[in-house]
């Protein structure tokens, strides 16, 4: 019979894929919330109705159904991809989807006197969104892209489902060895909590920076 600390071990080795499809979550996840909370934010009439349809997918869909579905029926169609790349693919991008929501939001909610100012000074929209309004809107929203992260560690746990043997995978071996469920999956919920505890102060630490500049700026 194993201990809980033998069984904590156990299931730390599967952090490392756990780490890998957060990463690559990551690199989903990110330039997609930019890009499409750029585009909402920008665009009208039907360029917007197609930029806010993607989202919508992504966002709105059941991310296990989407998983299966890339990873077990793309293959019909003569397209493969890794359960890694699936993995990543979909978790990212369901974040991203909800990401580009605090992108659109933290444009929409800054000051347009601060646009029409950079316009009036001969700045181009571009100049005028990623010099002005996108690095205030980054800064504001830092907080909520850690509780994304956060979400988007938890949600790697369904990639056991598509045979990557992260942190949930290896829980779900040990209790075919073990047959001790309650030892087994407490000791997996303790293991994302070490995992995701410490970004989660990080994200506090920002929000108290964050909170200190403005009420610096609003001093002067």
């Not at 010099?131 to 509780?147: G, K, R």
Request: charged fraction near 10%; include cysteine; charge should be neutral.
């Amino acid at each position: 019979m194993m201990s809980i600390f033998q069984i904590w071990l156990g299931i730390l080795q599967g952090l490392h894929v756990t780490a890998l499809v957060t990463l690559y979550g990551l690199l989903f996840a990110v330039p997609f919330a930019l890009l499409f909370g750029i585009a909402q934010h920008l665009t009208t009439g039907l360029a917007r109705f197609a930029v806010t349809a993607v989202i919508e997918f992504w966002r709105s869909s059941s991310v296990i159904i989407l998983l299966f579905v890339f990873y077990y029926a793309l293959p019909v169609f003569g397209i493969e991809l890794s359960a890694m790349t699936v993995g990543a693919m979909v978790i990212g991008l369901n974040i991203g989807g909800y990401a580009s929501q605090s992108v659109r939001a933290g444009l929409q909610a800054l000051d347009k006197g601060q646009s029409e100012a950079g316009s009036a000074l001969g700045l181009t929209r571009a100049q005028v969104l990623f010099m002005i309004e996108l690095p205030q809107a980054l800064t504001a929203m830092a907080p909520t892209f850690i509780n994304q992260l956060i979400q988007l560690v938890k949600g790697t746990a369904i990639v056991s489902l598509v045979t990557l043997t992260d942190m949930t995978f290896r829980a779900k071996e040990l209790a075919q060895i073990e047959y001790d469920p309650v030892a087994i999956y407490t000791s997996l919920l303790l293991a994302y909590f070490v995992v995701c505890y410490p970004i989660a102060l990080m994200g506090r630490y920002l929000s108290s920076r964050i909170g200190e500049r403005r009420s610096q700026l609003h001093g002067i």
